[in-house]
């Protein structure tokens, strides 16, 4: 176990990377307390998936800004070298050849974005509509 010196928490891995102190509520906060070089990017995905959602409930769940609307549609994340995207298993296998192509590593239900391809902004909004769409995906 690993306890963080500046805000207590326990961890299994030294070091872990995670956010120090309050837990954000909203996701603007949850942006800002990102590094500055991934804030655009996260901003980018946010408005696409706002767009592709209107009427989706916008929170944090799982400490991840989550599309909502009965059930969660789609989560992100950001990692220090990649963003994440939780679409779901079925998403993730259904879009899983335009991920190749987009240079985009998945496994099951998580999509990794590295912060060195170009956003595949509209993939991600592809994604989403097709979440919206097709109902649950936990
Ligand atoms: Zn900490």
């Known amino acids: 176990m ?6 207590g928490r326990s961890f299994k891995k030294e ?24 804030r655009d990017q996260l901003l980018s995905i946010r408005s696409v998936l706002k767009s592709e959602l ?7 769940s799982w400490s991840m800004p ?6 969660n549609i789609i989560h992100f994340a950001a990692a220090k070298k990649h963003i994440g995207l939780y679409p779901g298993p079925e ?10 192509q987009a240079g985009c590593p998945y496994s099951k ?5 590295p912060c060195s391809v170009e ?9 989403a509509a097709w979440c919206r769409d097709t109902g649950n995906h936990p």
């Open 2 to 7: 690993w306890k963080c010196p500046k805000c």
């Open 66 to 71: 989550t599309y909502w609307k009965g059930h």
């Open 54 to 60: 209107p009427d989706a409930t916008e929170k944090i």
């Open 119 to 127: 956003l595949p902004l509209s993939l991600i909004a592809e994604i």
């Open 109 to 113: 239900g998580a999509i990794r974005i």
């Open 91 to 100: 998403a993730v296998e259904h879009f899983a050849e335009k991920l190749d």
């Open 15 to 38: 070091n872990q990377s995670h956010y120090c102190g309050k837990a954000p509520e909203t996701v603007d906060e949850y942006i800002l307390a990102q590094d500055e070089g991934i």
